[in-house]
């Protein structure tokens, strides 16, 4: 080192070397965190992207949280709880419905009920299935037009 000249600062120093603020009362929350290399520092192209805000699954872990809290048991424990739940409500149960006179074979979940088709919908529609739970879910059926 050449006397009089500082040291090169360290950029992948992960936290600071001393106190920020050094007096009374004064407190830094949070960490630093710097990514490794990349982008033309590291000699490819600069490309900065920020991450998304949102925590993937918030409302599962939320739910997750809530379980622990309320049963005492462990994250994992109630994670685990709640995932094997969570399968066995989307086990769904089919049934095949075959319309032979309009050429075609739907599935759908067994509960689900027939009803007439709704030709202010469209001409083409054959069946109409619905859940009866939720009437929003709505299948329709519909014939298949050749042209030529």
């Known amino acids: 080192m050449t006397a009089g000249v500082d040291p090169p ?17 004064d407190s830094f929350l949070g960490s630093l965190v ?6 033309s520092f590291a000699g490819g192209r600069a490309s900065w992207r ?3 805000e949102m925590t ?13 809290r309320r049963t005492g048991e462990s994250y994992t424990a109630a994670l685990r709880h709640l995932r094997r ?6 086990a769904v149960q089919w049934q095949r419905i075959e319309k032979p006179d ?5 599935h759908v979940p067994h509960d689900w009920q027939e009803r007439e088709p709704n030709l202010a919908n469209s001409p083409w529609e054959t069946a109409r299935f619905v859940d ?16 030529g």
């Open 102 to 106: 309009f050429g075609y074979v739907v």
């Open 132 to 147: 009866p739970q939720d009437r929003r879910h709505v299948l329709p059926g519909m014939r298949l037009v050749r042209s």
């Open 9 to 25: 600062p360290n950029l992948l120093r992960l936290s600071p070397a001393g106190p920020l603020g050094g007096g009374n009362g």
């Open 56 to 68: 993937a699954n918030k409302h599962f872990k939320r739910r997750v949280r809530e379980r622990a």
């Open 50 to 52: 920020r991450r998304p």
């Open 34 to 39: 710097i990514p490794p290399a990349t982008g």
């Open 85 to 90: 739940s969570e399968a066995k409500e989307h």
